[in-house]
């Protein structure tokens, strides 16, 4: 795999919370952002998905933080950045073809929906196209990981879910609670994804996935966003890039190698991985893996395994009457 062939995806970063807590970012080259479009383009990022995550900072979440950061991405990333939209399954085939970067969009918790469907149907006309339930505690849909009481979905978090398997939606368990994982297993008619989240094996972390949890996406043809969050790569908080490899040997024991991929969660975090500091490491990150494994493997993390998922599972353009 020459340094030209080499593409990645990402599924998670935080740069829209940052954008809009300080307006004055510029997206295309600002290093207060660990994504920009000049580090993506370092990296050989081809595809990166910008999620929607309301901060605290912020008070009680609201519907119109969650239009203002779609604002952000709108102007800022793919204005300003010049980064095309993945919207729809027939778009999939474009990317990576070229030396455009693509972006996507994610919502990291419900919470900003306030229990409106409506607000939810918003989201996906307006190009949202997965769903992380919960951060880490409870909302009006379900328990987060974090929340002790370990509850399922609400009646208005399993009509969410309906909802989404009617309008194509798809869904993100990274923060959701041990309970509603299991639940969403049996409620979820697509197989969904866990977009930054490790191995609870190597890093016993309560945002990590259990073995039988792995399993369990592995089993739907579900895919794992390897993070670079360093308390869940090791514990003690301070990690390498290299110590990523445990969390991947570790997955392809149970069978899961055609399920991982990265979500690295730049922009969401105040402390880095060593060597994987920002999205222009990737390419560097890419040279590590090559010398560990094999390079159709290899391959297939980067790139091939999230792209796939996606052709088989984003809902297709609507054909113009």
């Known amino acids: ?21 300080m307006p004055d970012i510029v997206f295309k080259d600002d290093h207060r952002l660990d994504v920009t479009a000049e580090r993506m383009a370092e990296g050989k990022v081809a595809l990166q998905c910008f999620a929607i995550y309301l901060s605290s900072k912020r008070g009680r979440p609201r519907f119109e933080d969650v239009l203002g950061q779609i604002d952000h991405y709108r102007s800022g990333v793919l204005g300003l950045g010049g980064l095309q939209w993945l919207r729809w399954r027939e778009e999939t085939t474009n990317i990576g073809k070229d030396a455009l970067s693509w972006g996507m969009l994610s919502l990291e918790g419900v919470d900003g929906l306030e229990g409106n469907l409506f607000y939810a149907q918003l989201c996906f006309e307006l190009g949202v196209r997965f769903m992380g339930v919960t951060w880490n505690y409870a909302n009006w849909a379900a328990d987060g990981v974090l929340e002790q009481r370990n509850g399922g979905f609400t009646e208005k978090g399993r009509k969410l879910v309906e909802w989404c ?19 969403l297993t049996e409620l979820s008619k697509r197989p969904f994804i866990a977009s930054h989240s490790n191995a609870a094996a190597i890093c016993n972390h309560p945002r990590n996935l259990t073995d039988e949890q792995i399993s369990a996406l592995i089993a739907m043809d579900g895919r794992i966003g390897l993070t670079f969050v360093p308390w869940f790569v090791r514990e003690g908080g301070e990690a390498t890039s290299e110590e990523l490899f445990g969390h991947i040997e570790h997955i392809c024991s149970l069978g899961g190698e055609k399920q991982i ?61």
């Not at 795999?1 to 807590?21: N, P, T, W, Y």
């Not at 890419?286 to 560990?292: C, F, I, K, V």
Request: glycine content about 8%; proline content about 3%; hydrophobic content about 40%.
């Open 165 to 183: 398997n009617e309008s194509g939606m798809l869904l993100d368990v990274s923060h959701l609670s041990s309970a509603g994982f299991w639940e």
């Open 261 to 321: 991929m990265f979500g690295s969660d730049f922009d969401g975090i105040d402390a880095w991985v060593k060597g994987l500091e920002h999205s222009g490491k990737y390419s560097d990150f890419a040279e590590q893996l090559l010398r560990h494994f094999p390079e159709a493997f290899v391959k297939g993390w980067l790139f091939d395994n999230a792209i796939t998922y996606l052709k088989c599972h984003l809902p297709s353009k609507p054909v113009q009457s």
């Open 1 to 21: 795999m020459g340094v030209g062939e080499r593409k990645i995806v990402d599924f998670h970063c935080d740069a829209l919370s940052k954008m809009q807590e």
